[in-house]
């Protein structure tokens, strides 16, 4: 198994373009989410997903969209991007919730916008 | 509001000696606690996690966790540091019910072993 896999490795924005960071997982999973690493913050929750088709907000939802059409896919879309959102991006998945299971982690994607 | 403090930026330990990262929690209901490491541009990968039961937990690379409700603190300890732990490691709680949007990461402590 691949696990969980995120594209790109790096990306550089300007101010207003938008992209979407890609995440992948090959585990059958139906929990996924979404979140940024700023230093000295943590790690903080954008979206998540409990199964294909039914996404909703985290902690810092605002200037990204999500949606889960598979099970093994769970993008996310910078509609424009601005400074603040230069972070490091890490997708996760996990089996299920109902047993406390451990994430699992991408390798994340570091975006920096100009 | 649910919290985890991870009070050192930093801990610096010689190889060989043991080492402790801690953590505190603030959490209403039960708590779930893990730890994670995140070596050097890589994702976070878990060490191990306390549900229930057993207060000291046994996780990977020989790393341990005890849980003290009463000091709402689950510390990492390791009794012999390597070089290889060098990493950035983070504590995280949830709460039971609830789901990911309940899970909160600690700020990260940068664990140095110096050889």
């Known amino acids: 198994n691949a696990g969980v896999t995120q594209t790109p490795k790096f990306q550089v924005l300007k101010t207003g373009q938008s992209m979407t960071l890609q995440c992948a997982q090959d585990m059958n999973h139906e929990y996924m989410s979404w979140y940024r690493q700023d230093p000295g913050m943590g790690l903080r929750l954008i979206h998540y997903s409990v199964g294909a088709g039914i996404t909703d907000q985290g902690e810092v939802p605002n200037g990204y969209n999500v949606s889960r059409s598979t099970t093994e896919d769970f993008p996310l879309r910078l509609l424009s991007a601005a400074p603040s959102q230069t972070s490091v991006y890490f997708c996760?998945?996990?089996?299920?919730?109902?047993?406390?299971?451990?994430?699992?982690f991408g390798p994340g994607t570091r975006l920096l916008v100009l | 509001a649910q919290s985890v403090a991870q009070p050192e930026d930093q801990v610096n330990v010689a190889e060989g000696n043991p080492l402790t990262v801690k953590c505190t929690y603030s959490?209403?209901?039960?708590?779930?606690l893990f730890w994670y490491v995140q070596y050097p541009n890589r994702g976070l990968q878990f060490l191990l996690k306390?549900?229930?039961?057993?207060?000291l937990v046994k996780g990977s690379y020989g790393f341990e966790a005890e849980f003290n409700k009463s000091q709402t603190s689950f510390h990492l300890k390791k009794p012999s540091a390597l070089v290889s732990d060098s990493a950035l490691y983070f504590c995280?709680?949830?709460?039971?019910?609830?789901?990911?949007?309940?899970?909160?990461f600690g700020t990260g402590t940068k664990l140095q072993v110096i050889p």
């Open positions: 995280a709680v949830r709460s039971f019910p609830g789901g990911y949007q309940k899970v909160t």
């Open positions: 959490v209403s209901g039960n708590p779930y």
């Open positions: 306390y549900i229930t039961g057993d207060n």
């Open positions: 996760a998945s996990s089996y299920s919730e109902e047993y406390q299971e451990t994430q699992y």
